[in-house]
């Protein structure tokens, strides 16, 4: 193990004993799908590299294409009215290539979101999910995708997942209020009765900091930071590590 390495893992070890989460047992957890539960960064790489496969020739490299297409997506998302997740993403991806001289083609899109769907689970997903499960919390997954798209990855998921809720379905994307205002009256539950899980600062934490939910934070070592103006309830390497902690505060 590098000295990098040391250093990530001890300041995990860290943020595990120094947790704050506690109160109440909730009846439900929710979920971040992609980068929390779905190999996102993995799975985005791999369809940019298809789509970039097709150009006949280009200095531009994945990483440069992700974080163009990233900045658009966002931004789309954010600006009225609401559109579906797959326009977004085709505009989006669009614009990002028109931006750095590439040609884009209907098909582009097709192959963004049919590789989104096909994003399989971390290692560790499903046997934890199934552990959740067993330890007698409802699993929700809330994520900023349409109905058809992330239906391919819920199927992953091992049927440990009770409910689905999506942008399309709450007409707003996170990290708007409305998203988490529509899944816990979908589910039917307050935000006192529930525990986000997630991946994402800049989406699932500004929203834990702006509706008051409870949230542990999945810092998979990404380089994603937390917001400045908000720390997490936990702060956990990986998903497997819920279960244990969730015990340890008398969630078992």
Known sequence: MTST???????????????????DKPTWLTFDCYGTLIQWDEGLHAAVEQILAKQNSTDVDAETLIKTYDKYEHE???????RRFRDVAGTGLEMAMKELGLAYAP?????????????PPFPEVIDTLGQLKAMGFKLCV????????????VAQLGGHIDRVISAEQAQAYKPSRKTFEFAHDA??????????????????LAAARDVGFRCVWIDRGTGRKP?????????LPTLDRVPDQFREIGWG
Not at 76 to 82: A, D, F, K, N
Not at 107 to 119: A, P, R
Not at 190 to 198: K, L, N, P, R, S
């Open 142 to 153: 809330i994520s900023n995708t349409d109905d058809d798209i992330i239906a391919g990855n």
């Open 107 to 119: 098909d582009d899109i097709e192959i963004l979101t049919s590789n989104i769907s096909k994003m």
């Open 227 to 235: 917001l400045p103006d908000y720390t997490p309830h936990s702060v």
């Open 76 to 82: 789309l998302e954010q600006t009225p009215p609401h």
């Open 5 to 23: 390495m040391h250093i990530a893992s001890a300041r995990h070890e860290a943020s595990a004993k120094h947790e704050t989460l506690s109160g």
């Open 187 to 204: 589910i039917g539950a307050g935000i006192d009765d529930i525990v986000h899980i997630c991946a994402s600062p800049h989406l699932d």
